[in-house]
Nanobody, 121 residues
């Protein structure tokens, strides 16, 4: 079994910071990439940041310069440091990981449960 567990969401005032974490566990053979999506009420799902294994990180234009994604390959974790938060950052944030399990032969995208981030004005 493979499982992703998220933590770190909450309520913060505009200009504040939060750090989201996501841990993958279980029968993991290889992780190709981990990243974060978010979805605000009434809006499309948006890719926030991605950290390909051995590749260059990438960010949505709306968060560049404010958010930082970082991975720890030894621990199969990824974090999203969010600084200078704005009310428009309010959304449910979902971690994902593209993983080959020890019982599989191809990448499958696993998802975290989602964590609410609310930024007040």
């Amino acid at each position: 079994q493979v499982q992703l567990v998220e933590s770190g969401g909450g309520l913060v005032q505009a200009g504040g910071s939060l750090r989201l974490s996501c841990a993958a566990s279980g029968s993991i053979f290889r992780i190709n990439a981990m990243g974060w999506y978010r979805q605000a009420p009434g809006k499309q799902r948006e890719l926030v940041a991605v950290s390909p294994s051995g590749g260059r990180t990438n960010y949505a234009d709306s968060v560049k310069g404010r958010f930082t994604i970082s991975g720890d390959n030894a621990k199969n974790t990824v974090s999203l440091q969010m600084n200078s938060l704005k009310p428009e950052d309010t959304a449910v944030y979902y971690c994902y990981a593209d993983i080959i399990s020890t019982s599989g032969s191809y990448y499958f995208r696993y998802w975290g449960q989602g964590t609410q981030v609310t930024v007040s004005s």
